[in-house]
């Protein structure tokens, strides 16, 4: 069965810092991996993905993500925070074949950046 | 449109209340989704359209949940003798064949 966990419910981090949101995965065969932006009294907003290729992957506002399958992690990365940063960030799998195209979530970390 | 567009924004239903969620997708795109986010939690899968076959209704939770796509464009999420344990936000969300999906604001169901 297909899962992704994301071990912290809440990352703190001051504007300026280096930050990582975590997310680890489960699935049977390759891996197609997203991560999404979800802000207050809105949709989920699109960040990037990871299909194959290049193990880091870069996205939207900055943000980049590491795929490392040795330890079927894909954590979600950002050089210097923004206070507009804050959010909830949710990472989602999906199968690479046999598959609808429908997303696992993770239960989401919510990313503090304070100033 | 411009993006994925869901109406009402929200609804308060009485409990046993039947309930009708409208999505209208990006157009062109073939898939489209529905998912059920509860309070706290990640969103979690309910169906999926290609065009305006039902490919997969795994994750609808009850009988009670109905869903149809009959022009393969707009979509309606039904919600029949609505139950407290429905209380959410739905999402639904549209792509192109293998592509990232796109989702809407979502319609946020309270029943009382």
């Known amino acids: 069965a297909q899962s992704v966990a994301q071990p912290e419910d809440q990352v703190n981090v001051a504007e300026g810092n280096p930050l990582t949101v975590k997310c680890t995965y489960s699935?049977?065969?390759?891996?197609?991996l997203f991560w999404y932006v979800q802000y207050p009294n809105r949709g989920l907003q699109f960040l990037l993905k990871y299909i194959t290729g290049d193990n880091l992957v870069k996205g939207s506002y900055g943000f980049e993500a590491e795929f490392n399958k040795s330890q079927t992690s894909f954590h979600l990365k950002k050089p210097s925070a923004l206070v507009s940063d804050s959010a909830l960030y949710f990472c989602?799998?999906?199968?690479?074949?046999?598959?609808?195209?429908?997303?696992?979530f993770g239960q989401g970390t919510t990313l503090q950046v304070k100033p | 449109g411009a993006g994925v567009s869901q109406s009402p924004r929200y609804k308060v239903a009485k409990r046993g209340q039947d309930v009708a969620l409208r999505c209208d997708p990006i157009?062109?795109?073939?898939?489209l989704f529905w998912y059920q986010q509860a309070l706290g939690q990640g969103p979690e899968f309910l169906t999926y359209?290609?065009?305006?076959?039902?490919?997969?209704k795994s994750g609808l939770p009850s009988d009670r949940f109905f869903a149809e796509r009959p022009e393969g464009s707009v979509s309606t999420l039904k919600i029949q003798r609505t139950q407290q344990e429905d209380s959410a936000v739905y999402l639904c969300?549209?792509?192109?064949?293998?592509?990232?999906?796109?989702f809407g604001q979502g319609t946020r169901l309270t029943v009382v």
């Open positions: 969300a549209s792509s192109l064949p293998d592509r990232e999906a796109f």
């Open positions: 699935v049977s065969g390759n891996p197609y």
């Open positions: 359209f290609q065009n305006e076959a039902q490919l997969d």
């Open positions: 157009s062109g795109h073939v898939s």
């Open positions: 989602a799998v999906r199968g690479s074949s046999g598959n609808t195209g429908k997303l696992i």
